[in-house]
């Protein structure tokens, strides 16, 4: 506003001049435009009012929230926006003002005005500060968006496609193994397993620790308890030895399966064979008879901790079912299951929902971040844009007479473009030096909360900048 108030300065002097000719001093002028700034501010309020009626369900489908905005309900927030309209008019009216009321009008009037052509470190300063903070939300906009797109990609070590969960299916109790048995034999089912966790979720911890040469290696691991067709549902890969299996009675009376990180943290070289002990409990322990390829069973804002595998015992059920459906008729198999549910279940609730899309919803508040910068950096571009067009026009108004000699000398459009853009690419050039650097640190912090991350590319940076550059161009 400042930019573009100034710019309009020529039009203006002349109105001054009469007014104070008149007998007008400086403090009516002032007020004058301080009261411009504050009905201006007035209208764009009432404009602003009923875009945000039309966008708040918008952003509360971005942003998660359900916030509501009634001004008839909400009484008390009529005077914060009259203090609101009362602030930013006068905060962003006040430098146009005293820039416009300090012509003299004799000078005005005589054609004079080059003396009153100040304050361009002001409005240039205004200029680096809006465009700094569109690159800033540009490159930090980039950098979601690839963080996101990591984590949505990355191999995790498992399969999550077409997998179905059916949650808290321990409401159907002793009739879990029976339920899957059924749920098996559908044609469209490949293969059914029962969790204690879903992957994702933060799961309870328990320490173990070995024995290697009386020496005693002590871990918090997280305990998952599994059936015999968890790795033929999800296709985990072994790293050596076996997972449990359904033909050997001896598996239910002690034995484990651990990843790969437990195996290192607890000085393990050849796991397989040897035992666990789990510290709480007394007696020899658990036989390791496999090593199971790491994978992410928590959320990617961790690191792979240790893991330990514990076969359900007949008498014991868990709250998840996964089951791997085929690509076709996906429908169908979903109502088939269903009604099995209910043969079993005594009327509770069928609850369910494909891996994939729980797996997203894990990073739903990284998905809004993003959508929300990219949101914001569409508004940072607006304005920024319609500052440096208003300091545009001021230069291009100020070098009027230039411009006409130089065209009149056979200057060309394009020569002309060249000359004014220079000064603009410097301001603009100004704020990628400073948002380059708030931008990474900005991103570099919000990158620590995952474990896994992408690289600070410096192609973004350079990108983002050269964005902001044909921007200013395109404005000037």
Same mark, same amino acid.
């Given at each position: 506003y400042m930019n573009l108030s100034t710019a309009r300065y020529s039009g203006r002097a002349k109105e001054v001049g009469i007014r104070k000719t008149i007998g007008a001093n400086f403090k009516n002028l002032i007020i004058q435009f301080l009261s411009e700034s504050v009905i201006i501010t007035f209208i764009a309020v009432l404009f602003s009012i009923f875009i945000v009626y039309l966008l708040l369900p918008l952003f509360n489908d971005i942003s998660g929230k359900q916030l509501e905005f009634n001004i008839i309900t909400n009484i008390s927030i009529i005077p914060v926006i009259l203090l609101l309209i009362v602030f930013i008019g006068l905060v962003a009216g006040l430098y146009p003002a005293i820039f416009l009321s300090s012509f003299s009008p004799i000078k005005v009037l005589g054609g004079s005005l080059h003396e009153y052509i100040k304050g361009k470190r002001l409005r240039g300063i205004l200029v680096v500060l809006q465009f700094s903070i569109t690159t800033i939300l540009i490159i930090c906009t980039i950098f979601i968006y690839n963080q996101l797109n990591l984590l949505q990609n990355k191999k995790l070590g498992y399969e999550k496609e077409q997998i179905l969960l059916i949650n808290k299916c321990d409401d159907i109790g002793m009739h879990l193994n029976a339920f899957k048995e059924d749920v098996k034999k559908l044609p469209g089912v490949i293969n059914v397993t029962n969790t204690s966790m879903r992957f994702g979720e933060q799961i309870g911890n328990t320490v173990y620790e070995s024995k290697i040469k009386d020496k005693k290696h002590s871990i918090i691991a997280s305990v998952l308890l599994a059936d015999y067709n968890f790795i033929k549902t999800y296709n985990n890969k072994m790293k050596a030895g076996r997972f449990f299996d359904e033909t050997r009675i001896t598996d239910t009376l002690g034995a484990m399966v651990i990843n790969e990180t437990t195996a290192k943290e607890l000085g393990y070289k050849k796991p397989v064979g040897d035992r666990i002990y789990q510290t709480a409990l007394e007696g020899n322990g658990f036989e390791i008879i496999?090593?199971?390829?790491?994978? #992410?069973?928590?959320?990617?804002?961790? =690191?792979?901790?240790?893991?330990?595998?514990?076969? /359900?015992?007949?008498? &014991? *059920?868990?709250? +998840?079912?996964?089951?791997?459906?085929?690509? #076709?008729?996906? #429908?169908?198999?979903?109502?088939? %299951?269903?009604?099995?549910?209910?043969?079993? =279940?005594?009327? &509770?609730?069928?609850?369910?929902? *494909? *891996?994939? !899309?729980? /797996?997203?919803?894990?990073?739903?508040? !990284?998905?809004?971040?993003?959508?929300?910068?990219? $949101?914001?950096?569409?508004?940072? +571009?607006?304005?920024?844009?319609?500052?440096?067009?208003?300091? =545009?026009?001021?230069?291009?108004?100020?070098?009027?007479?230039?411009?006409?000699?130089?065209?009149?000398?056979?200057?060309?459009?394009? $020569? +002309?473009?060249?000359?004014? @853009?220079?000064? *603009? %690419?410097? /301001?603009?050039?100004? @704020?990628?030096?400073? =948002?380059?650097?708030?931008?990474?640190?900005?991103?570099?912090?919000?990158l620590e909360n995952f474990a896994y991350k992408i690289n600070l590319d410096i192609l973004v940076f350079i990108g983002a900048s050269l964005l902001s550059i044909v921007i200013a161009l395109l404005s000037v």
């Amino acid at each position: 506003y400042m930019n573009l108030s100034t710019a309009r300065y020529s039009g203006r002097a002349k109105e001054v001049g009469i007014r104070k000719t008149i007998g007008a001093n400086f403090k009516n002028l002032i007020i004058q435009f301080l009261s411009e700034s504050v009905i201006i501010t007035f209208i764009a309020v009432l404009f602003s009012i009923f875009i945000v009626y039309l966008l708040l369900p918008l952003f509360n489908d971005i942003s998660g929230k359900q916030l509501e905005f009634n001004i008839i309900t909400n009484i008390s927030i009529i005077p914060v926006i009259l203090l609101l309209i009362v602030f930013i008019g006068l905060v962003a009216g006040l430098y146009p003002a005293i820039f416009l009321s300090s012509f003299s009008p004799i000078k005005v009037l005589g054609g004079s005005l080059h003396e009153y052509i100040k304050g361009k470190r002001l409005r240039g300063i205004l200029v680096v500060l809006q465009f700094s903070i569109t690159t800033i939300l540009i490159i930090c906009t980039i950098f979601i968006y690839n963080q996101l797109n990591l984590l949505q990609n990355k191999k995790l070590g498992y399969e999550k496609e077409q997998i179905l969960l059916i949650n808290k299916c321990d409401d159907i109790g002793m009739h879990l193994n029976a339920f899957k048995e059924d749920v098996k034999k559908l044609p469209g089912v490949i293969n059914v397993t029962n969790t204690s966790m879903r992957f994702g979720e933060q799961i309870g911890n328990t320490v173990y620790e070995s024995k290697i040469k009386d020496k005693k290696h002590s871990i918090i691991a997280s305990v998952l308890l599994a059936d015999y067709n968890f790795i033929k549902t999800y296709n985990n890969k072994m790293k050596a030895g076996r997972f449990f299996d359904e033909t050997r009675i001896t598996d239910t009376l002690g034995a484990m399966v651990i990843n790969e990180t437990t195996a290192k943290e607890l000085g393990y070289k050849k796991p397989v064979g040897d035992r666990i002990y789990q510290t709480a409990l007394e007696g020899n322990g658990f036989e390791i008879i496999g090593v199971i390829d790491n994978f #992410n069973f928590e959320s990617l804002h961790l =690191a792979i901790k240790p893991l330990v595998i514990r076969l /359900y015992k007949p008498n &014991q *059920f868990g709250r +998840i079912v996964s089951v791997k459906i085929r690509g #076709n008729n996906i #429908n169908r198999t979903v109502n088939e %299951i269903k009604k099995i549910w209910s043969s079993y =279940a005594g009327g &509770q609730y069928f609850e369910y929902e *494909f *891996f994939d !899309e729980y /797996y997203n919803n894990l990073y739903i508040s !990284e998905e809004r971040t993003g959508k929300l910068f990219a $949101s914001f950096s569409v508004i940072g +571009i607006i304005i920024g844009c319609l500052g440096l067009i208003g300091l =545009a026009a001021f230069t291009a108004e100020k070098r009027n007479k230039e411009i006409g000699i130089r065209k009149a000398l056979g200057a060309s459009t394009k $020569s +002309i473009f060249i000359l004014l @853009s220079k000064e *603009f %690419i410097k /301001y603009v050039l100004i @704020s990628n030096v400073i =948002a380059i650097p708030v931008s990474y640190l900005l991103i570099s912090q919000w990158l620590e909360n995952f474990a896994y991350k992408i690289n600070l590319d410096i192609l973004v940076f350079i990108g983002a900048s050269l964005l902001s550059i044909v921007i200013a161009l395109l404005s000037v």
